[in-house]
């Protein structure tokens, strides 16, 4: 692939994963044999620190490059693109010609280094593919997430199943979609973890997979909570989802659940290192062909059956119906099927799993359970 | 300008502005007299109630184009690329052959249009520059995020003050910048505000300015308290920051803290509609010259006086010492000078203010005071 060249911040995964390091703003990194990052006096110090005896890591400080740059461009430099000049700079000095860059870059910058003379390819795969199969040390860090995910989780439920009256009532306070993500959200942040978004949806709401949830929640209506936290630490992810009900659900709502949960079973059975992701997906759908619920008009099984997580709450690989790629030992992935119909509500359930080469070690350390 | 693209998700900031909704995963706006939006239908149901009413929208399921691309590339959709296959696709239904994209734009999905024979212009300039300007509405979402902001920080300063010893103790607990900074993040949730990253520095980390700071803080020394949080509700932001010090903080602690307060006076003083953003960044820089404090080395003042913020945490207007951009009425700015020495530390202090057309009106309801 030849130098590699990522101009963004750590909340790009990819950089994050190579450098290894948390800077809120773009920088450069330039990956040869060695790992070259461009920061500006504001991180300079701070990165010289943090690499000081990491092999490989040569931390260059920017301002020069950039007024080199200013000097040439005549005062004229845009925000936008300064970095992808002085990266156009840099990577002349070490006489390197040709970049391949993520397929995230910006395009700005893309345009900027070419007219610069650089020859840049765009990756048509993850830059660095390995970040699919998790280390120890990420695995670590994936189940310090699961820890409060779980425990936030278990407090919505109790919350739950100690409510009282037609419309929830706990404590003398009304039990709504907002009140269950602030509770949720507590306790998160006990653990340094943070949920941008969070969806506790509950009756029609679950129909639609992705509303966020709103308003007061009734006896007898689903409720799916699905919490994707990320560490503020790490940066990495972790994601379930449980649905559930606080009194007695419909007849229908419990055939519903029941089906859900046989699909979730059947695509965890599959889940081993050098399976495919279609079959994964085809195992869970297959289950909701036989009991006869279809998918039409926005209606029925409307997403994959799961994705890798990491840096990323949606990395390699994807589970649905073409996939082709095989799950490799060490990759952690969901395994989410859901159902949804404007008239009965929505269904969903969501374990995280590592893949191992016998099947899967569930992180999700949680039962399955409708009624409250 | 013609068509505008943008595939990207909420989280884009022009998508937001131009959608006004909430998705978390990327989909398509094509924007000519009338705005359409390419979503799957995962979304599709919640969009379109959304939009019920609302002129100039139109939601456009995605599926359908999915599965004509899918057919056309035999099943091997890449996913990276699917969505700007399936906006080539739209594009040329609607026999528009040429769009502007935002500089932010992923290159692949630019790559792939341009393959698909569609003209791609990257805009060199803000796709909406009117986001500098803010509105009523905007303004109100900001000032929700400063009344979050001010009781967090005004929590802060408490305890610091109410805290004993040589190394902070509050009610028994060691004031670490850690544990500041969960007490912070429980008033922001309040809020519905977070803080993915939020600096309690304090002693020599704040001569780092992105230094996030950690461990126990200290009677004497610098505390530079930089918080930035975002409404999850409104996607707005704010940004604010002081400096202080429990106990008696030396004799330079207090003469670097007094400049950097004349320096902000000084640059405030400039903020009206119609001067440039060099001239108020050379009113902070000429304080600072004056006082004798030099720029050097990674040390003094190492940044730019402020940045626009709104949507983004950092947006136009950006104020620096080659700014040529005259401000406007309605902008909404940061005002933030500092100085940082790696023997002494640093001192920053930041408002944030709505520029008008005699002056500037102050949303940063917080006092200055160094010594607690």
């Known amino acids: 692939m030849g130098a590699k060249l990522i101009i963004a911040a750590t909340t790009n995964a990819d950089m994050r994963y190579a450098s290894g390091f948390a800077v809120p703003d773009p920088f450069i990194l330039v990956e040869t044999a060695k790992r070259y990052l461009l920061l500006s006096s504001l991180e300079y110090g701070r990165a010289r620190k943090f690499y000081k005896g990491k092999r490989g890591y040569e931390v260059v400080l920017l301002d020069p490059y950039y007024e080199a740059v200013k000097k040439q461009m005549k005062g004229k430099v845009r925000k936008g693109s300064v970095l992808a000049l002085i990266a156009a700079k840099f990577l002349k000095d070490k006489k390197i010609r040709k970049v391949t860059m993520p397929a995230q870059s910006w395009a700005i910058h893309v345009e900027q280094l070419r007219k610069a003379g650089i020859k840049v390819e765009i990756a048509k795969k993850p830059l660095y593919p390995q970040r699919a199969v998790k280390t120890q040390q990420e695995l670590k860090e994936i189940k310090n997430v699961r820890n409060a995910t779980v425990k936030a989780m278990n407090h919505c439920i109790s919350i739950l199943s100690k409510s009282k009256g037609k419309t929830l009532k706990y404590k003398g306070k009304t039990v709504t979609s907002e009140f269950l993500r602030k509770e949720a959200r507590k306790i998160l942040l006990e653990y340094d973890c943070e949920a941008a978004e969070m969806i506790i949806s509950h009756g029609k709401q679950t129909a639609f997979p992705h509303d966020m949830g709103s308003g007061t929640i009734k006896r007898g209506e689903p409720v799916v909570m699905d919490f ?27 055939k519903l659940y029941n089906t859900v949960k046989k699909s979730q079973d059947a695509a965890l059975k599959k889940v081993k290192a050098g399976v495919s992701t279609g079959a994964i997906h085809k195992a869970a759908a297959d289950v909701f062909e036989q009991a006869g619920y279809t998918t039409d008009d926005g209606q029925g099984f409307i997403h994959g059956t799961g994705h890798g997580l990491g ?5 390699a690989p994807s589970l649905h119906a073409k996939g082709t790629e095989k799950l490799r030992k060490g990759m952690i992935i969901t395994i989410e099927p859901g159902l949804y119909y404007k008239k009965l509500g929505g269904v969903r359930l969501e374990n995280t799993v590592r893949v191992t080469t016998t099947g899967y070690e569930d992180l999700t350390r949680m039962g399955r359970v409708l009624r409250l």
């Open 311 to 315: 840096l990323e709450i949606h990395e």
């Open 228 to 254: 994707f936290p990320r560490s503020t630490k790490t940066g990495y992810w972790f994601d379930m989802t449980r649905t559930v009900c606080k009194g007695t659900p419909s007849k229908e709502l419990v």
